[in-house]
């Protein structure tokens, strides 16, 4: 139990373009989802918290015009990150916690990453 | 301020060298601590979630456990297949969406 995907696994895409990953709990109800950034040989960078229906909470410092995050049900989120340039290049990943069969769990799950390239 | 310290930053094991990590912490309040362990390239994978001091968890070759400032995560007799990076996350009472995360462990064990 408790699975998150994420799609796409990987993307390239050329600087001004905008990139959209999607987030999804497979098997459980994610009221709260994390977006997370890595850096190589770095530890996890939290950008935003989303509650399922309400607007993200962004970490100081990540512009919200640029990622955008939507969190439109319960097992979906998206990141959107909007005109990206090459500094945007990282690795991205989203956690999720919430109720498996009725009951709440405090541990976020991850999903395996999004590994973003911006040429 | 709340914070989590991992240590060693970096820890080599030859296969069946047993050794422990080192997750210490400083909240206003502890909700939970939990370990993950992450390989290259993907996300973290979910270990364990300690909630009371005294409080310890099993699988497999780990063990977790827990006291009112520290965690350490035991591993007995790794395998080559333990290597990873091991992360440890608090959890404060004040605000059950706010989590902080270690810089991580990164264990080699070596055949």
């Known amino acids: 139990g408790a699975v998150v995907s994420q799609h796409p696994s990987w993307v390239i895409c050329k600087s001004g373009t905008s990139v959209k990953i999607e987030c999804r709990s497979l098997?459980?109800?994610?009221?709260?989802m994390f977006w997370y950034r890595q850096f190589p040989k770095q530890s996890l960078m939290l950008m935003a918290t989303s509650n399922e229906g309400s607007k993200a909470t962004y970490e100081q410092g990540v512009e919200k015009d640029k990622f955008l995050i939507n969190h439109a049900s319960l097992t979906l989120s998206t990141l959107t990150v909007t005109s990206a340039h090459p500094e945007d290049s990282s690795f991205y990943i989203c956690?999720?916690?919430?109720?498996?069969?009725?009951?709440?769990?405090?541990?976020?799950?991850f999903g395996p990453g999004t590994r973003l390239t911006v040429t | 301020e709340d914070q989590v310290t991992q240590s060693p930053e970096a820890l080599r094991l030859q296969e069946g060298e047993s050794s422990s990590l080192n997750c210490s912490y400083t909240?206003?309040?502890?909700?939970?601590l939990f370990w993950y362990r992450q390989d290259p390239g993907k996300g973290p994978e979910f270990l364990f979630t300690?909630?009371?001091a005294g409080e310890e968890k099993e699988k497999e070759r780990l063990k977790a456990t827990l006291t009112k400032k520290e965690s350490f995560l035991h591993i007995t007799a790794p395998k080559p297949e333990d290597s990873a990076t091991y992360l440890c996350a608090v959890q404060p009472t004040w605000n059950f969406n706010k989590f902080y995360f270690g810089s991580g462990t990164k264990l080699n064990v070596k055949p």
């Open positions: 098997d459980f109800q994610a009221t709260t």
């Open positions: 956690s999720a916690r919430g109720r498996l069969a009725g009951v709440s769990f405090g541990e976020q799950y």
């Open positions: 300690l909630y009371s």
């Open positions: 909240v206003s309040g502890l909700r939970g």
